[in-house]
């Protein structure tokens, strides 16, 4: 009887968690289970992808575990995929991985995960912004301040959106990216004009694919906002019209 090899193996373990996180393919957690412990580290990650796609109480128990994984890229999705919970343990792990993880991506997108998770469980922005300033003069890395900004300004923070519109203006334009990144899931009816101006300015001096992709992203996001709050004051003054007609 003829068994697979490790080298087959893989290969099929990652097409069955890219299926799975298509939804493809039934989720079956006992699967996810054996490739998150699999020795394979892209297996591990992959399954860490599809825990976050597919969330409950058994995946955050593993992505938990994988959060301390050998592996950088292992712990780096699962930081990212423990956005999605809504625990305690969660805030405690991603709160323990800013402070200790040795990888700045880890950490960047454990600021990212805290933030998500602390707002699902109506924490107190001010005690979440006054954990995340106290980190700020201890990260070096644009990835973690990047993440450190768009968190505190979410948290109400407004003099962190001129960092973030800072980014735009890095050497490194992976790391311009990210601050387009950033800047997509703070615009608001508050800012969309001042994003829109960076993010204008920002095109005209870029010529590579992806920032150029991005920075065309950002401003109809912030012409969709303008459109938005347009929208919401045409109602609000039509509201206004009946009422004084009643």
């Not at 402070?99 to 997108?109: G, H, I, M, N």
Request: charged residues 35%; contains cysteine; glycine residues 4%.
């Amino acid at each position: 009887m003829q068994t697979e090899s490790s080298e087959q193996q893989v290969p099929n373990a990652l097409d069955r968690l890219f299926r799975m996180q298509k939804n493809e393919e039934p989720t079956d957690y006992n699967f996810l289970e054996k490739s998150s412990r699999d020795s394979d580290e892209f297996v591990r990650m992959e399954a860490a992808v599809a825990l976050g796609l597919h969330y409950n109480v058994r995946a955050e128990g593993m992505l938990i575990r994988l959060a301390d994984d050998s592996d950088w890229l292992v712990r780096t999705e699962a930081c990212d995929s423990l956005g999605r919970g809504e625990s305690e343990a969660v805030l405690s792990v991603l709160e323990r991985k800013i402070r200790q993880d040795r990888s700045a991506l880890v950490r960047a997108y454990a600021i990212h995960s805290y933030g998500d998770a602390a707002e699902a469980l109506r924490c107190d922005p001010e005690d979440v912004a006054a954990f995340l300033e106290s980190r700020l003069p201890r990260e070096k890395s644009h990835w973690t301040r990047l993440a450190l900004f768009k968190v505190l300004y979410r948290c109400g923070r407004e003099a962190y959106l001129n960092d973030l519109l800072d980014g735009l203006k890095l050497v490194a334009f992976n790391k311009r990216c990210t601050a387009g990144n950033n800047l997509k899931e703070v615009i608001n009816a508050a800012n969309y004009r001042t994003i829109r101006a960076a993010a204008l300015d920002w095109l005209g001096r870029e010529s590579m694919p992806a920032p150029v992709e991005i920075a065309v992203k950002l401003i109809d996001l912030t012409i969709e906002a303008e459109l938005k709050e347009r929208h919401k004051k045409e109602e609000a003054g039509d509201a206004g019209v009946q009422d004084r007609r009643l």
